[in-house]
């Protein structure tokens, strides 16, 4: 196997990509680029022509990038089709995909009378009972065949399965096993003629070279399905690692259909894509959930091995917490575009953002302080007795320029002159000054106000 792995990330283009489909993204990604010169593949998996929207082609792309995913290679399965015709092909002439033309209610129907007697759920191969003539009338009716794929699990008699166990070391969950006599045929292609994403899938990381799939916990059973049809074609089997699902607090699977953890919707509201990252990426491993700086750091983190086996509970609150840590140890120049877009003088980018970065919990939140230092502030309403004291300090303003000494020299002699102390000194001012009751440190806001702006805060 190469020493340079090459791995995919296959989603489906049929809605917004939510935080546990990148937790599959990163778990590649990392594997692949931050712990080796591999490849990444972007494939989208488009099969669906009703469902599948380049707005959400697109929309995928743009949310990697924002993590900092950026592919080195990106296909459209829609554009692959031949690749599957012709495997489908080698599949007939070796006698390993067969016609079906149960409809589902009939399938349905067989299956319930099964369980009612105690039988297995496991399709009974009876299509490969089917004459000619059977097929023949079939098509006459307009029935249109399913077909299904020949599993492996029998000697000679593919009426009497036996248990065939198909194993491998999984990256993340050590020993696995998949007996196939426990499994029906799975269609491969559906009655309209489109491919499933099994095939689909085999065929493209065949051709593509893939060397490890890292994937959901949910796909274990189609790995050992996967692998025997890996086999049937004549490609590599890959390395597979499958890591723990995320669900809600509530224990629910994540669902594009849902939107709420949806990358697109969780970048709209301002969180950081590292704090997202970093709690996809932790979230039920051994170790501690903290922000990471970038990919490579929280690569370091990441021991397959130490993935918990069991599904692990997302908390959005979460977000926030890591999303405002990292916030408050962004530096200027990381935010310098976004300030000047809220209208915050370029002169003052670096005084104002490290003035007010540990009162926001998202880089927009500056917008609000940028109005309170330099735009309008909110009036506050003061007693007659507090109306006295401001007519008094603000009588002390002292002249500028201003520092950050400069708080301390005002508050200085404002408590030389009225005999305020604490709070009863301090709040007043902040009111005044800020119209709000908190916020950051005065003697960083005074210089930024100014001693024109600041006079006419005057109550």
Known sequence: MSNHPSVRFAPSPTGYIHIGNLRTALFNWIFAKERAE?????????????????????AIREDLEWLGIRPDIVVRQSDRLALYDAATERLKAAGLLYPCYETQEELERRRSRMIARGGSRVYGREALKL???????????????????????????????????????????????????????????REDGTYVYTLASVVDDGEMGITHIIRGGDHITNTGVQIALFRALGYAVPAFG??????????????????????????????????????????????AIEAMPDLASLGEKLALDSVSASASKFDPAELERLSAEIVHGLAPDAVREELIGFGVPEAEIEAFWLAVRANCTRVRDAEGWRRVVFGERDAA?????????????????????WDAGTWKVWTDRVKAATGRKGKTLFMPLRLALTGLDQGPELAQLLPLIGRARASVRRP
Do not use: C
Not at 38 to 58: H, K, P, V, W
Not at 136 to 162: I, T
């Open 38 to 58: 591999g490849t990444f593949i972007l494939r989208y998996d488009d099969t669906d022509r009703e469902r599948s929207r380049d707005e959400y082609a697109q």
């Open 131 to 189: 004459t000619d003539v059977d097929r023949e009338r079939f098509e006459a009716e307009g029935r249109r065949p399913h077909w299904r794929f020949l599993l492996p699990n029998f000697e000679n008699d593919s009426f009497a399965p036996r248990r065939t166990d198909v194993a491998w070391t999984d990256l993340v969950l050590g020993e696995e096993t998949v007996d196939l006599s426990s499994l029906s045929d799975p269609v491969l292609v």
């Open 242 to 287: 499958h890591h723990n699902i995320l669900t809600t607090v509530d224990g629910e699977g994540l669902s594009k259909r849902s939107g709420a953890l949806s990358l697109r919707s969780l970048r709209d509201d301002g969180i950081q894509p590292m704090a997202v990252a970093s709690l996809s990426v932790l979230t039920g491993t051994a170790s």
């Open 381 to 401: 309403e003061f007693s007659e007795e507090d109306r006295g004291f401001l007519a008094t300090a603000f009588d002390l303003l002292p002249p500028e320029p």
